[in-house]
């Protein structure tokens, strides 16, 4: 199972790439990875997740300029998920497969939302499309998901609404926080889907409240994908039954 960790850090090392070069409307293919300070090209041997990093103690080998813990933590995160997810799917490795496209593309959404306040819209049509093969391999009617996503994005968007108008500000959510929460109520259902923007919410809150001194929006969409993680890993780790399916 230790190989679908290493492999989890190696899809991480990846989704660094994309984190860094889609807001930039850039290619994820070319050039090949290279120092953002120094522009110096990085050679394979030094671009081994998790551990080249802490060979270089976080820093450039070139410029010695500081490498953002970002790297690293995406890389563990990632393979975390695959160790688990692969771990708990060992006969069925189809599903382990999907829910990791899924997880690697809320990572995706998460580091970019948190610095850049931005879903961007492929993500959501590559989950939304995750759908399909969900309500097949997890035996999903398709109604339920249906509901699940009306439900959701519904109280969340109306919630948004009433708050904009009674604060008079129209940027209480992005609209790729709404689009989100379809995927959302689709995958967990309505009660786990309100459960999860519930833990959003605190999540956000929080967020604020460390934040308060530099006024800081909420990157709600990171919040939402935190929120999801929580209670899908709290049935695959622990098999705690909430309202899931």
Avoid at 101 to 114: E, K, N, P, Q
Avoid at 182 to 207: M, T, V
Wanted: glycine share 6%; aromatic share 14%.
């Amino acid at each position: 199972m230790i190989l679908f960790f290493i492999l989890g850090t190696f899809i991480g090392s990846f989704l660094n790439v994309i984190i860094i070069r889609l807001p930039k409307n850039k290619s994820i293919v070319t050039p090949r990875s290279h120092c953002p300070n120094c522009k110096e090209k990085i050679p394979f041997y030094l671009n081994i997740p998790i551990i080249s990093y802490t060979l270089l103690r976080g820093k450039c080998k070139y410029c010695k300029n500081k490498i953002s813990s970002q790297y690293i933590l995406v890389e563990v995160i990632t393979g975390v998920i695959f160790y688990l997810l692969f771990l708990h799917f060992p006969d069925n490795p189809e599903k382990a497969l999907l829910l990791s496209l899924i997880f690697c593309c809320l990572i995706i959404i998460s580091v970019i939302d948190f610095y850049h306040f931005l879903v961007p819209s492929l993500l959501i049509l590559i989950l939304l499309i995750t759908l399909i093969p969900y309500s097949l391999l997890f035996h999903i009617n398709l109604t339920n998901i249906l509901w699940g996503a009306i439900a959701i994005t519904s109280y969340l968007g109306g919630s948004a609404y009433l708050i904009s108008i009674i604060k008079k500000n129209k940027e209480i959510l992005g609209f790729g926080d709404i689009l989100l929460s379809i995927f959302i109520g689709a995958y967990l259902g309505i009660l786990d889907g309100l459960l999860c923007l519930f833990i959003a919410s605190i999540i956000g809150l929080l967020y604020a409240l460390f934040n308060a001194s530099n006024n800081r929006k909420i990157p709600f969409a990171t919040c939402l994908s935190i929120s999801f993680s929580i209670i899908v890993f709290s049935e695959i780790c622990f098999n705690l039954k909430l309202f899931l399916f």
